[in-house]
């Protein structure tokens, strides 16, 4: 088998993990196409997508230096949050997170410090350790926290990433660099190879008043927008290139705390009409619902990955305090699409004691049932498993 990875290190297969170390090692500076020793077993190349991931160091305390719910202590903030869900990542070649925030702390002089409620922040090199130790291998950044901390937070994010050896997608010095997608392809056997390309975007349902505009432009430093003609166009290429690529859009879309509405399902529908044969989006903290659209799967919201915000779990009573992890394998010929299985994640943290985790088969049903009772969970049906990470639903 052949590794080929945009540039940064990553993990392939549990079974070659010891012979792929060294290979990571050289891919972690410059882009690589090393050679796994001859007669090595094929495994299955697992991808995990979770949702938003953010330490809320913004949410520690009050203006008055009281402290609001949440870890009390370093480690319990960016080391043992994670312990839930390190199985479930270890058992991937590759996870894909959206970093819900600047990896900055507050800069002096940002303007939106006036403007803004939430501005999100962080300790740099605590954060960066933590998402690399996690086995967290790449980070969207395409979202409405990313620039809270202005283009010098930007600046220090990308620096930060760079140096932890975190790949990242979704944000950059100008808007060829920000839309660009995040490309992992696998090559078995000197056959063809699949290639997964995840297209990041930021559709701001809500424009802020102070007139702020994050999204990347041709000479301005930002976000990438979904714009479903980029991604047909870009999908056009890369099929002229290798017809077996697998396209996901991983948008950051629609309401907090709120199940789906009409704009997002007609902006869903879009994308997979522009060429991506999954969606799986994130913003609203909660699970969404779930479509099945000229036969591919549009996930409307994944929920949180780990994000230790308190959570309005509790004000909005109508959605459900819970999440999804998407694990996609890669089983079959190339260009076959993958399994997908839905993991729910308990996400309410005054529950967990700010560390979500995986549900047992019973909460499993009554998530699914929850949004298959919505409207808009078009066609939705599936299995329900349960391994020794956790329960799970594949849609059929």
Request: net charge neutral; aromatic share 8%.
């Amino acid at each position: 088998m052949s590794i080929k990875l945009s540039g940064v290190p990553t993990r392939i297969g549990e079974c070659t993990r010891a012979i792929v170390l060294a290979v990571v090692a050289a891919c972690a500076l410059s882009a690589c196409d090393d050679k796994i020793e001859e007669g090595a077993k094929t495994p299955a190349a697992t991808v995990l997508l979770g949702g938003d991931l953010h330490f809320a160091e913004s949410y520690e305390r009050t203006k008055s230096g009281r402290w609001k719910a949440g870890p009390r202590t370093m480690e319990g903030r960016y080391r043992d949050s994670f312990d839930g869900l390190l199985p479930l990542i270890a058992s991937a070649d590759l996870t894909i997170a959206n970093l819900e925030g600047p990896l900055a702390p507050m800069q002096e002089g940002n303007p939106l410090a006036a403007t803004r409620q939430y501005l999100h922040w962080s300790r740099p090199r605590e954060t960066g350790e933590a998402i690399r130790n996690a086995g967290v291998d790449v980070v969207n950044l395409s979202n409405n926290h990313t620039m809270d901390q202005g283009e010098a937070g930007l600046t220090l994010t990308l620096d930060q990433l760079g140096r932890d050896g975190t790949s990242h997608f979704g944000a950059g010095i100008n808007l060829d660099a920000a839309r660009r997608p995040f490309l992992y392809t696998i090559e078995r056997g000197g056959g063809p190879s699949t290639v997964l390309a995840v297209f990041p975007g930021f559709a701001d349902s809500s424009p802020s008043a102070d007139g702020f505009d994050p999204l990347a432009a041709r000479d301005r430093a930002g976000l990438a927008p979904v714009d479903p003609e980029y991604l047909r166009e870009e999908v056009a290429r890369l099929r002229q290139q290798n017809p077996n690529i697998f396209v996901i859009a991983y948008p950051h879309w629609g309401r907090n705390y709120s199940w789906v509405y009409k704009d997002q399902v007609e902006l869903g529908r879009r994308l997979i009409d522009a060429g991506a044969d999954m969606v799986l989006g994130h913003h609203a903290h909660t699970i969404q619902e779930i479509e099945k659209y000229k036969g591919r799967w549009i996930v409307y919201g994944l929920g949180n990955f780990n994000f230790l915000a308190p959570g309005r779990y509790r004000q909005f009573t109508k959605v459900q305090p819970y999440s999804f992890v998407a694990q996609l394998r890669f089983e079959g010929k190339a260009g076959d699409p993958p399994r997908l299985r839905l993991f729910p994640l308990l996400s309410d943290n005054r529950e967990t004691g700010f560390k979500p985790h995986l549900v047992n088969l019973a909460d499993a049903r009554r998530v699914i049932s929850a949004v298959q009772a919505r409207e808009g969970s078009n066609g939705l049906s599936g299995v329900f498993g349960e391994t020794d990470l956790g329960a799970y639903f594949e849609p059929r």
